[in-house]
């Protein structure tokens, strides 16, 4: 029973830490949008704030451009002396886009949005995958 009563009490200290943590960002968030307002009102004292219409925030950030990826996972196959692994690549990618390498919810996120990216490569006979555990445990090459 307080094994129970530990975890609970570890989950509300860990939610309390990122409740405070968003909380401070919305504050933070509000102090641009004022700044902003002002700013809008200082070129145009008689736009109306309120005409403004909030976007949709779906959370999503792009970290390549468009075929940016592709690109970048051939010349670090090309430059590689052997097959790369996923995480290999992962990682070679996000230190070129000098994304936290030590953010795992960050890397994982990469890592799908890479794979899909190797995937089609795969299909396209551009590269293939050796040493077949998983998608994730494979090791890529440039077809030759």
Do not use: C
Not at 10 to 27: C, R, S, W
Not at 28 to 40: A, K
Not at 72 to 99: Q, V
Not at 108 to 137: C, F, H, P, W
């Amino acid at each position: 029973m307080q094994h129970v009563v530990s975890q609970l009490i570890t989950k509300k200290e860990e939610l309390q830490g990122e409740l405070n943590f968003y909380k401070t960002k919305v504050a933070q968030l509000e102090e641009v949008l004022n700044g902003i307002d002002i700013s809008i009102k200082a070129f145009d004292p008689d736009f109306d704030l309120n005409s403004v219409k909030t976007k949709r925030f779906t959370g999503n950030k792009h970290y390549f451009k468009r075929g940016e990826s592709h690109t970048m996972i051939l010349d670090a196959l090309r430059r590689a002396e052997k097959p790369l692994k996923t995480s290999e690549i992962t990682n070679i990618l996000m230190k070129k886009k000098n994304l936290d390498t030590e953010d795992k919810s960050l890397v994982d996120k990469i890592q799908k949005s890479l794979l899909m990216v190797l995937k089609k490569q795969e299909n396209k006979n551009t590269i293939r995958a050796v040493n077949k555990d998983n998608y994730y445990g494979f090791s890529w090459e440039i077809v030759a």
